[in-house]
């Protein structure tokens, strides 16, 4: 009789009494968990001490409130656009909010909370992998490499927490790094391996590659392969749906303002620049290779075949290297190393918790050293601004501008600007008319309440009203900005439609700001009221009927590609036949 490498020959079962040796191997394996579990106490430690909310943190607070006060999911009642990137996310705030607990709170422990738990999966799924791989040797402990690295990073501190997704992005995928270890043949392995499009859009890259690796892992019959495709893309497919026939948009609207499907390699490669080379990550990287490289060759001198464990180990390099991939191509983001931190997570995964072998304890060593230095002096020299190249150290741009170690409400005491926006913004709430703020210029708006123009758009959406309108030129939640034409400027900054267009939309005709062009105005007006600019409106404002809902369905491809001239002449020039 032989045995297979998935399971273990059984003798007949005997009754008896606990051996001499039980407790101290439950001793051990307890004092190996608690090994294994460093990592997600020191992240939490690391993770608490830098607490912060971003701007675009409360970017989601707003949309909630906004869901919680029955105006749907929208930024501005009346106008349906998708301001929040990470789905999932969103709606798992909406959950929590509907206690009465405030958002921006949960918001920001909600991530802390996730990311401790997303290492911790980390871990557990290191300690599954090492106990099916040959490659193990010693005596069973597991020392932390890969989670070293991650440690030792300041973005990783700052990200834990921030009210963004990257929270739920790393307890998802360590979560379903674990599923694909442990349990890949389960049905609610494929429904986890789904979710990626809902944890952030480009982590598909990752859903797509680690369900490959559960066919491959699995085989399953085209019977089994039919149900796992339902199972993993039911939720993500009927919010697609959902998305196109409500917002009229395949994405949500930041990826329309930032063109996600662009190439931008040079200006991408500049944002791995800056993330790698502040903190010499090539260094531990190299280790880590390296000693994997040497792990391997051991085995294969020893002809240690590794059939359970070849799929887990090769499908998280896999996805990480997509998704630095498709980072670098977009151009980078302007948040220092946000970014980089899922495919990081992912290209560690393997390595998060290594044997003890000779060869990985000196790996081991080497990455520890390394993160000792990196976490004690390495920071980008921007530090607490905005670099040259446009990319800023987000968390600490905050922590100046509101002068508090622990930015949650933004009062920004450190920004006279904002301060001053934020009070205009009250005046005129009070006064109850009609108000167009551009910035900080007053003047008549077509409905009621206040609508403020403000780059600074979560910030914004906390002090405007639910009523009123927060729009940003920037198009985060402004579908005409978004669709307006860029150019190359700050990352994830590349457009900003002119005062003009805003006015024309939303200001009362015939009233304008000092030094505004009435040509230009009229322009954008006669350009508002053409086929294009028709069909925009009607797909973000109109009454949701089901005919609406079906227009918009099928027309979301051409509407989510469509885009007009920043300049209003010749927006009406090209789009209107000649200017009639």
């Not at 391996?193 to 680690?210: E, I, K, T």
């Not at 934020?422 to 900080?440: C, S």
Request: hydrophobic content about 45%; overall charge positive; proline content about 8%.
């Amino acid at each position: 009789m032989t045995t297979s490498a998935y399971s273990a020959v059984r003798g007949p079962e005997t009754v008896a009494g606990p051996s001499p040796g039980a407790a101290p191997r439950r001793w051990r394996g307890r004092v190996r968990l608690a090994v294994c579990l460093l990592p997600a106490l020191v992240i939490g430690v690391a993770g608490f001490q830098r607490r912060w909310m971003s701007d675009d943190g409360h970017i989601y607070v707003r949309t909630v409130r906004q869901v919680l006060a029955g105006n749907g999911p929208v930024f501005n009642p009346g106008e349906r656009a998708e301001s929040s990137t990470g789905t999932l996310w969103q709606w798992l705030l909406v959950a929590g909010g509907a206690t009465g607990a405030d958002i921006a709170t949960l918001a920001m422990y909600g991530g802390l909370l996730l990311t401790v738990a997303g290492f911790a999966l980390a871990s557990l799924g290191a300690r599954r992998l090492h106990g099916t791989l040959p490659l193990r040797r010693g005596n069973g402990f597991l020392l932390p490499c890969g989670a070293l690295v991650l440690l030792a990073l300041p973005p990783v501190w700052d990200f834990a927490t921030s009210g963004l997704e990257t929270g739920l992005a790393t307890c998802w995928i360590a979560g379903s790094w674990l599923a694909l270890v442990a349990r890949p043949r389960s049905l609610m392995t494929c429904a986890l391996l789904g979710l990626g499009p809902l944890v952030r859009p480009d982590l598909a890259l990752v859903s797509a590659v680690f369900l490959a690796a559960q066919w491959v892992t699995v085989r399953p019959t085209w019977r089994g392969v039919l149900a796992g495709a339902g199972v993993a893309g039911a939720l993500p497919v009927s919010y697609e749906i959902f998305r196109m026939g409500y917002y009229g948009h395949l994405m949500p609207l930041p990826g329309v303002t930032k063109e996600a499907s662009r190439s931008l390699w040079g200006r991408g490669l500049g944002y791995l620049s800056d993330f790698v080379g502040p903190y010499a990550l090539w260094v531990p990287l190299v280790a880590v290779v390296g000693g994997a490289v040497y792990a391997a060759l051991v085995a294969g001198r020893r002809g240690e075949a590794l059939p359970p464990g070849r799929v887990p180990l090769v499908a998280p390099l896999l996805a990480g290297a997509l998704c630095w991939a498709y980072v670098i191509k977009v151009g980078g983001d302007f948040m220092h190393g946000r970014m980089f931190l899922p495919g990081l997570l992912l290209m560690l995964l393997p390595v998060f918790l290594v044997p003890v072998t000779r060869a990985w304890s000196v790996v081991a060593v080497a990455v520890g050293v390394w993160a000792a230095v990196c976490a004690s002096a390495l920071r980008v020299p921007y530090e607490g601004h905005i670099g040259r190249s446009g990319v800023a150290d987000e968390r600490g741009v905050y922590v100046q501008q509101n002068a508090a170690p622990h930015p949650l409400h933004h009062d920004f005491a450190g920004h006279p600007g904002n301060r001053a926006y934020a009070g205009l913004v009250r005046d005129r709430a009070r006064d109850g008319a009609g108000t167009l703020l551009l910035a900080r210029t007053p003047v008549g708006a077509r409905q009621p309440g206040v609508t403020g123009v403000y780059n600074t758009l979560g910030f914004s959406g906390t002090v405007i009203p639910l009523s009123g309108a927060a729009l940003d030129p920037i198009g985060l939640a402004y579908p005409l900005a978004a669709h307006s034409e860029g150019f190359i400027g700050r990352v994830g900054h590349d457009k900003r439609l002119p005062d003009e267009w805003i006015v024309a939309e939303r200001g009362v005709p015939g009233e304008l700001p000092a030094g505004m062009d009435p040509a230009r105005v009229d322009a954008a007006r006669r350009a508002l009221r053409c086929a294009p600019f028709q069909e925009l409106r009607a797909a973000t404002r109109a009454p949701l009927t089901v005919g609406r809902f079906w227009r918009n369905l099928t027309g979301a491809a051409d509407l989510t590609s469509f885009r007009f001239p920043s300049d209003p002449v010749r927006a009406e020039r090209e789009l209107c036949g000649g200017g009639r």
